[in-house]
């Protein structure tokens, strides 16, 4: 098991939710049809981490397996590891304890069939563990998960956790703004930097694309500098040049496609100057 303990740390996790284009919409617009990238994409976020030497964690929605199996082997025949998105891209407050319960057990069947091994590592759709929904700690543990990478600490009007530790910590399960010596997930919250008291979001995402990859960098080597390990994340639809002619709201569009083809290039600029690895690589097999 992973020692909180700050140390030389050179090493830093990459995470990519394994999602198609519209999922990440889905909470504010419904796109009725869609044009499905994410076999392209994926399989072209395998050939960039593999040209680095990088592993990562996949964060694989129960819908996207159930669909695409053979892309779930691929992953793990790659050297990747497999991790929870929960089966549907919703957000936990819309979902609800019962539902997420059974959802979760769900996906985890599911992905555990198609890998042939425990699914350690989760992460909830929309960075969606937030203090109100702090129960989902103890779901996770009930399905034995050990990993988590759900909480954001920063303020959004949807997610995060501001006041969460920017490092990798184990949460208590009643506050998870607090560590725990004895809890029982290891939280890997994403990467933020503090910019005149606030914690402004760069660890991947929209937030590489509006901040860039050197502030993003910046946070890494700030971060590893205390003896931390950095966790970032991206999607595979962000590492492609699509744009869909899908008409909706021109703001969620502007968010969401934004610099989308120059992501490539600044993620490979960050794996030629750092180390990834995948949480399980990072602690030692989970063990």
Same mark, same amino acid.
């Given at each position: ?108 069947? @599911?992905?555990?069939? !198609?890998?042939?091994? #425990? %699914? ?7 960075? /969606? +563990?937030? *203090? ?118 021109? @703001?969620?569009?502007? !968010?969401?496609?934004? #610099? %989308? ?7 490979? /600029? +960050?794996? *030629? ?15």
């Amino acid at each position: 098991m992973l020692s909180l303990k700050q140390g030389n740390n050179k090493l830093n996790i990459l995470t990519i939710d394994v999602e198609d284009w519209h999922h990440a919409i889905s909470r504010y617009v419904e796109v009725s049809s869609s044009t499905p990238r994410l076999q392209r994409s994926l399989r072209k976020t395998l050939d960039l981490l593999e040209k680095y030497g990088s592993t990562a964690t996949f964060f694989v929605l129960g819908e996207v397996a159930m669909k695409f199996p053979g892309l779930v082997e691929e992953i793990i025949a790659r050297g990747h590891e497999v991790g929870c998105h929960g089966f549907h891209h919703r957000h936990i407050r819309d979902v609800g304890k019962d539902a997420f319960n059974q959802e979760l057990g769900k996906a985890t069947r @599911l992905l555990e069939k !198609i890998c042939q091994e #425990r %699914i350690l590592s989760f992460r909830a759709a929309f960075f /969606s +563990l937030t *203090k109100e929904s702090s129960w989902v700690l103890g779901i996770l543990r009930k399905h034995s998960y050990i990993f988590d990478s759900s909480i954001f600490p920063t303020y959004h009007p949807f997610y995060g956790v501001p006041n969460a530790p920017d490092h990798p910590y184990r949460p208590s399960f009643s506050n998870i703004e607090v560590e725990d010596e004895k809890g029982g997930i290891v939280e890997f919250p994403i990467l933020t930097r503090k910019v005149f008291g606030i914690n402004l979001p760069v660890g991947g995402g929209a937030y590489l694309r509006f901040v860039g990859k050197r502030l993003t960098a910046l946070a890494i080597r700030n971060l590893n500098k205390g003896g931390w390990p950095a966790t970032i994340y991206v999607h595979p639809w962000e590492i492609d040049d699509f744009i869909p002619g899908v008409g909706f709201n021109p @703001l969620i569009k502007f !968010i969401t496609f934004h #610099r %989308i083809g120059k992501v490539q290039r600044d993620i490979e /600029s +960050l794996l *030629k100057s750092f180390k990834f690895v995948s949480i399980r690589e990072l602690v030692g097999g989970g063990s």
